[in-house]
């Protein structure tokens, strides 16, 4: 029944997709506005929360199978595979973690609300004959009160797999605002199951610089999370960095206990 249904949906989902995605790209067309592919995820993610919340233990929960745990200093995943901070929206994530994700890493969220880049700002684009996104939405999100507050009340806890609490900022003071806001909130109040993510490569913020730029303040914001929380830490760092750099930022926190790398970001390039 499992595989049965795994195949239905999957068949299902792709070609719903398919026509979705080109009824929406004929009527932007019609209506002369750009080909804007973040209307198409938010018709999915609207009608994914609903099936969800109606028939989301049929359509949507499936065991992990055994053999695939995975730990990481003291976090452990049933499963190596991680949403790395795509959504900060819970119905969405419940999703996932019901089809069998280890954990999820929540989307950056900086001090305050924000509404991101100019859409259109995700496009599909080929890589050596494969379809992909690339997408420079601009950190949308709530900002830390609301995102504490939910953090709180979420019912993704109930998975008891590790969550990620990815951290962005402008500064240098900022970032440590906003972890000292997180963690003052969160400590003893959720399940000691949650890591940091840094994220130190985002070129989306208002100046187009990141903290990754200066390894003297990077050292110092790694620093102050590493001496005022016991929590696994990691630093979200773009593989399109010199080697140099790199290998850098490998020093820094090598020196720390229950830090680990996340090659997550790329950085604007022209040709």
Not at 54 to 79: M, Q, R, V, Y
Not at 99 to 124: A, D, F, H, I, W
Not at 127 to 149: H, M, W, Y
Not at 228 to 255: H, M
Request: with cysteine; proline share 4%; hydrophobic share 40%.
């Amino acid at each position: 029944l499992r595989i049965i249904r795994k195949y239905l949906f999957s068949v299902s989902y792709r070609l719903f997709r398919f026509l979705v995605k080109h009824l929406v790209f004929i009527y932007q067309k019609i209506s002369n506005r750009d080909k804007d592919l973040e209307s198409i995820v938010e018709f999915g993610d609207k009608n994914l929360t609903w099936i969800n919340n109606n028939l989301g233990s049929l359509a949507f929960n499936f065991t992990i199978p055994k053999g695939l745990e995975t730990e990481l200093f003291d976090l452990k995943f049933k499963s190596p595979l991680v949403a790395a901070s795509f959504k900060s929206d819970e119905n969405l994530l419940d999703i996932w973690m019901k089809l069998g994700l280890g954990g999820s890493t929540y989307k950056t969220v900086m001090k305050s609300e924000r509404s991101g880049n100019p859409r259109p700002r995700l496009q599909q684009i080929r890589l050596e004959r494969e379809q992909c996104l690339v997408n420079a939405l601009g950190l949308p999100g709530s900002g830390i009160d609301l995102f504490t507050k939910e953090l709180l009340a979420s019912p993704l806890w109930t998975f008891n797999r590790p969550m990620g609490i990815s951290i962005g900022g402008e500064n240098l003071d900022e970032y440590i605002s906003n972890f000292n806001d997180i963690e003052k909130v969160i400590k003893g109040n959720v399940p000691d199951i949650y890591y940091y993510e840094l994220n130190i490569s985002c070129p989306n913020t208002d100046t187009g610089s990141c903290i990754g730029d200066d390894l003297d303040v990077l050292e110092k914001l790694v620093e102050h999370v590493r001496v005022n929380c016991s929590a696994t830490v990691s630093l979200k760092i773009s593989p399109d960095w010199s080697n140099d750099r790199l290998r850098k930022i490998g020093a820094i926190i090598k020196k720390k206990d229950k830090m680990f790398v996340n090659a997550g970001n790329t950085q604007f390039r022209t040709v």
